[in-house]
């Protein structure tokens, strides 16, 4: 559990892992739903029986209107000249059509980690690049995390049809 007034910037003392950093975006995707991370679905024995399943956890925690302007405010860090992942942010389907995404920079005032968390009306995916035994970031390497995020994102969006996020009512 994080206690410190620094983790509002994202200065945590215990850190959170990828998985954790993407499911927090979920909700601007998802009209503020905020669905629990899950690695499995189901597993069936040689006999087609199930052993385990895994039912998605979710709840409300953003009214649909917020999430939607929080996507919008995260378009510019991908879509606008200026944006700070602005370029890297851009993926295209199978076609060339641009698939619209939203997400955020992150680094540590030293440079020893880099983070892209970005999203599309399909998909949430968070990228950290660093060292295990942590060393100054140099070059190429300031890109890394966005360069990493693009091209996943880029091969899982090839036969997706390019959409828009979802607008709700109530936004003037």
């Known amino acids: 559990e994080e206690r410190y007034l620094s983790i509002a910037m994202g200065g945590l003392h215990k850190g959170v892992s990828p998985l954790q950093m993407a499911a927090s975006y979920v909700p601007f995707v998802h009209k503020g739903m905020y669905f629990e991370p899950t690695t499995y679905s189901k597993v069936i024995d040689s006999n087609g029986k199930t052993v385990i399943e895994k039912k998605p956890q979710y709840e409300a925690v953003y009214d649909e209107r917020t999430a939607f302007l929080m996507t919008s405010m995260l378009r510019d860090v991908t879509s606008a000249p200026g944006?700070?992942?602005?370029g890297g942010g851009i993926i295209k389907n199978?076609?060339?059509?641009?698939i619209p995404t939203a997400g955020k920079t992150g680094t540590t005032s030293d440079n020893k980690?880099?983070?892209?968390?970005?999203f599309s009306p399909y998909y949430v995916a968070a990228t950290w690049y660093g060292y295990d035994h942590p060393r100054q970031l140099i070059g190429n390497e300031r890109s890394q995390a966005l360069i990493?995020?693009?091209d996943v994102m880029e091969k899982i969006h090839e036969d997706k049809e390019s959409i828009n996020f979802e607008q709700p009512?109530?936004?003037v």
């Open 83 to 86: 944006g700070t992942a602005y």
């Open 113 to 118: 980690d880099k983070w892209f968390v970005g």
């Open 169 to 171: 009512s109530g936004i």
């Open 148 to 150: 990493i995020w693009h």
């Open 94 to 98: 199978g076609e060339g059509k641009v």
